[in-house]
C-alpha cells in the first residue's frame, strides 16, 4: 500500500519569499512521485515528476523537488513567490511502472501576500 | 488546456437519480482515469481503462461503473445517488498503462450536486 502527506493544509508566505511545501510518502516499492497544481475551478496540472532519474527535479513555473530516500520526502520549492503561484498543491505518489493509480495527498493551499 | 474534455461542467440533480458524466481523453491517449474529489475524502482514483478495457480499480462503489467507448472517449455512470455522492469529478488521460514515461493530464471535471 502506498500513501502521502503533505504537512500543512494551508501555507502563506510573502511575495518574493521561499516556497515550501512538503511531503512525506510511504510505499512498498520504489515509488514514482508527482506535484500537480490545481487553480481555482481548474483541473490539476502537472508541476514535475520524479521517476528514479535524477533526484532533483526541475519543474514548470520555477518550481522543484528533491527526493530523499532516507527521509522518504519529496519536498517542493521556489526560490521566490509569485501572486500567480497562489493555488492547492498536491503531492501523489505510484508504485512504479506498472502501476496504474495515482494516490493523492490532501493537498496544501498556497497563499502569497502582497 | 490539457487537451482532455469533460462534459457537462455542472451537474445539479437529486438523490436516487442516475447520471452520465463524459469524458475525451488527449488524442493519441489510451488510458482514461477516474478520480473524485471531495472535501472529506479528497482526490481518490476510481477506476481506469486502457484501450477499451478495466485495467485497474481503485474506490469505486457499486453504484458507480464505468466504460471506454472504441472511439476512447469514456462515462461514468453515477446511480442511486446519495448527498455524499456531491463532488466534483475529474477524468484524467495519458499514452500508456501506466509507466515511468506516462504523464496523467487532468480534464477541468465535472462539478456533481446532489439535493
Known amino acids: 500500500a502506498q500513501s502521502v502527506t503533505q504537512l500543512g493544509s494551508h501555507v502563506s508566505v510573502s511575495e518574493g519569499a521561499l516556497v515550501l511545501l512538503r511531503c512525506n510518502y510511504s510505499s512498498s516499492v520504489p515509488p514514482y512521485l508527482f506535484w500537480y497544481v490545481q487553480y481555482p475551478n481548474q483541473g490539476l496540472q502537472l508541476l514535475l515528476k520524479y521517476t528514479s532519474a535524477a533526484t532533483l527535479v526541475k519543474g514548470i513555473n520555477g518550481f522543484e523537488a528533491e527526493f530523499k530516500k532516507s527521509e522518504t520526502s519529496f519536498h517542493l520549492t521556489k526560490p521566490s513567490a509569485h501572486m500567480s503561484d497562489a493555488a492547492e498543491y498536491f503531492c501523489a505518489v505510484s508504485s512504479g511502472a506498472g502501476s496504474y493509480q495515482l494516490t493523492f495527498g490532501k493537498g496544501t493551499k498556497l497563499s502569497v501576500i502582497p | 488546456d490539457s487537451g482532455v474534455t469533460q462534459t457537462p461542467k455542472h451537474l445539479i440533480t437529486a438523490t436516487g437519480q442516475r447520471v452520465t458524466l463524459r469524458c475525451s481523453p488527449r488524442?493519441?491517449?489510451?488510458?482514461v482515469y477516474w478520480y473524485q474529489q471531495s472535501l472529506d475524502q479528497g482526490l481518490q482514483f476510481l477506476i481506469q481503462y486502457y484501450n477499451g478495457e478495466e485495467r485497474a480499480k481503485g474506490n469505486i462503489l457499486e453504484r458507480f461503473s464505468a466504460q471506454q467507448f472504441p472511439d476512447l472517449h469514456s462515462e461514468l455512470n453515477l446511480s442511486s445517488l446519495e448527498l455524499g455522492d456531491s463532488a466534483l469529478y475529474f477524468c484524467?488521460?495519458?499514452?500508456?498503462?501506466?509507466?515511468?514515461?506516462?504523464?496523467?493530464?487532468f480534464g477541468p471535471g465535472t462539478r456533481l450536486t446532489v439535493l
Open positions: 484524467a488521460s495519458s499514452v500508456g498503462v501506466g509507466t515511468s514515461t506516462d504523464t496523467q493530464y
Open positions: 488524442s493519441g491517449d489510451l488510458s
